[in-house]
């Protein structure tokens, strides 16, 4: 009864969004948002002929889940490379990092999650082990794997503060949600609590550490990073900033922090904007001009154009390029903490040995920034002012920033070793 509920408000709130996304795709002139790719109709090159193959189905949100699934599509090609690996997205940027991915034979966006459309799909596909990772737990697809007979492992799992609360009032619903799991690999101590209190069985339930942590560290040279700053068309000689997913109300913050930090450092500054969702550039470019601020988008950069001025900014409108950004920088900021998003991966700085800055909403990262400040690799600020003061500081001594980020990619090798913890559970669930 409570899955035909589930079922009847799924299908209204489908109804209700299917008409606003079709006008909004044709006033705006956006790309599909693949509305026949989630209602579980995909082109055959697209979805592949999974007869007969094993596969291995893992499903992820948005990017930062998606580049932890690909760590574990990675061991899994290694130890099982006759197994398929399938990755669906829940957004078109993540399906943009998985599709890219050598480790990933097929990526395609998750369907809705009605109990027809999601039967249908795994009926088709017919996976030996679905991977879910960190908090994608989708009622009717859970309980239709398991129905087939299809074991799931949760991996990299997160309880935030802000969700935890909800759950709990909800966890006589999701006890026989999460019963249907082999495994639950948590991040931390304090993740293996939680999901416990809501109803999974204690007994397959590890603290297996942080996936975020395996990514490899990235060497990259002096020259490749005086031609990368040639390539976008960035001063030589200038300081860079780079803000990396920056949301709405959480650019101008950025902005007018810019033009102050410009004003009180020992030599010129660029700042590299990159919005967390590329298709707010339109947004982004008029706050620019409200600001008056000289810039120019990335996607437009060409061969012949002249570089940058200090105190313009290069809007960031692509896809898959903010590590190649970061290593260009002097100094990091990490977006959707400056407002109450609650933060991104703040590591990925230090995978480049780069000093990292974040506002005070970083809940989803909570013991990453603890970790990151305790190791003297990273900075939490207050508030916008303080964001000034800090960068300041900062960018004015480059010796630290360097020891900062060594301090960074130390405190990365320190913590490595959650994909060994969990391809334990994966090597037992498929047996």
């Not at 809705?112 to 799909?121: G, I, Q, T």
């Not at 000689?237 to 810019?258: D, F, M, P």
């Amino acid at each position: 009864m409570v899955y035909l509920l589930y079922d009847f408000i799924i299908l209204i709130a489908a109804c209700i969004l299917l008409p606003f996304f079709c006008l909004k795709r044709i006033l705006t002139s956006q790309e599909s948002y693949g509305i026949r790719e989630r209602l579980g109709f995909y082109e055959k090159e697209k979805f592949g002929d999974f007869h007969g193959r094993e596969v291995i189905w893992i499903h992820a949100a948005s990017v930062g889940e998606t580049r932890v699934a690909i760590l574990v599509a990675r061991r899994m090609k290694e130890l099982y490379s006759d197994y398929t690996v399938l990755v669906t997205n829940m957004t078109k940027s993540g399906l943009a990092v998985s599709a890219n991915s050598e480790f990933v034979d097929y990526s395609l966006l998750f369907p809705v999650d009605l109990s027809f459309v999601v039967k249908r799909l795994l009926t088709l596909v017919r996976p030996e082990l679905i991977i879910v990772v960190e908090t994608e737990i989708w009622p009717n697809f859970t309980q239709q794997a398991h129905q087939l007979g299809i074991p799931l492992v949760l991996v990299n799992g997160r309880i935030s503060d802000r969700s935890f609360p909800r759950y709990r009032l909800m966890r006589f619903l999701l006890r026989p949600i999460l019963d249907c799991f082999s495994s639950f690999c948590m991040q931390s101590q304090t993740d293996s609590e939680r999901i416990t209190v809501l109803g999974a069985p204690g007994a397959r339930v590890e603290n297996t550490g942080n996936l975020k942590f395996d990514y490899d560290l990235m060497d990259v040279t002096a020259d490749q990073v005086q031609q990368k700053i040639k390539q976008f068309k960035l001063p030589g000689k200038a300081a860079i900033l780079v803000a990396g997913s920056t949301h709405e109300k959480e650019e101008r913050q950025l902005l007018e922090a810019y033009r102050q930090i410009s004003a009180q450092l020992d030599r010129d500054l660029v700042l590299v904007l990159i919005p967390r969702h590329p298709e707010r550039k339109l947004e982004v470019q008029s706050l620019l001009r409200e600001l008056g601020f000289g810039y120019k988008l990335r996607s437009s950069l060409q061969e012949g154009d002249n570089s940058f001025a200090p105190g313009d900014v290069l809007l960031v409108d692509t896809l898959g390029e903010v590590l190649d950004f970061y290593s260009i920088a002097d100094l990091v900021f990490v977006g959707g903490s400056l407002v109450r998003v609650g933060g991104h991966n703040l590591l990925e700085a230090a995978l480049l040995a780069k000093p990292v800055i974040f506002g005070p909403y970083v809940n989803n990262f909570k013991e990453i920034s603890a970790k990151l400040i305790r190791a003297g690799a990273g900075v939490k600020v207050a508030n916008q002012r303080e964001l000034v003061r800090q960068s300041v500081i900062m960018l004015n001594d480059p010796a630290r920033c360097r020891a900062m980020g060594q301090a960074g990619s130390s405190l990365i090798l320190e913590n490595a070793g959650a994909t060994e913890r969990i391809l334990r559970h994966i090597t037992k669930a498929l047996k």
